[in-house]
């Protein structure tokens, strides 16, 4: 086993070792993953939650009938996850692309292969690589790594690779160096998430981080100096 390998291996132990099994994503269906995944956009995951909470309520969490809304009724009720009129067309775009091309039908969708999918997600206005792998990963459990800010700043930090890095070359870095295992992939993500929110962070709290040990020396030092 290469350096990498061994490090983000570790890197994943020493997170599931400290949180346990995360369990994500917390969704019933196919389309509450695909609808949490624009949702949850430049927001925290209590406002979704919310704003799921409403569709559901109002039994909307079915592709007709929720491309059948009128998109102003749509944002109403998403308002708790922020930025709702921007993510209500967003959804009306996802569930166009659903009709359009697969006639509403999920089950059609499933059977598409994962790059194909992957690159007709990300034709449609409003979902970018994360929002697309999310889908892929959670909904169509696809071997496909998520990556989003907290991924690249610990990372960064920990000198497995380059903050400046694209999205693309980040995602590689777990795919072509970790066994392609959607389970190991979702709570690799959802770990990685967990430790940003509570150490990680824009001013980074390393004390009791279960990722400290893996700082490079030279950063380790920088960085408690910030704390």
Known sequence: ?????????????????????????????LLEVMVGAVLTQNTNWQGVEKAVAN??????????????????ELA?????????????????????FLAETFSGDLEAMRQVNTDLLRKQLLAVNGVGPETADSILLYGFHRPIFVVDNYTRRIISRHGLGE???????????????????VSMFNEFHA????????????????????????LPEAGSKTLRTRN
């Open 163 to 181: 903050n400046k890095a694209s999205y693309q070359e980040l995602q590689e870095l777990f795919m072509q160096n970790l066994p392609l295992d």
């Open 76 to 96: 109403q009720l998403i308002k708790p996850a922020g930025y709702f009129n921007l993510k209500a067309r967003r959804l009306k775009n996802l569930l166009e």
């Open 55 to 72: 569709l559901k309520r109002h039994d909307l969490l079915v592709p007709d009938k929720l491309q059948a809304l009128p998109a102003e």
């Open 191 to 214: 770990l990685l998430v967990m430790v940003g929110k509570l150490h990680c962070q824009r001013k980074p709290r390393c004390m009791g981080c279960p990722l400290e040990v893996l």
């Open 1 to 29: 086993m290469d350096t990498l390998s061994f490090r983000l291996e570790e890197t994943y132990k020493l997170l599931w070792e400290a949180y346990g099994p995360q369990q994500w994503w917390p969704a019933e269906s």
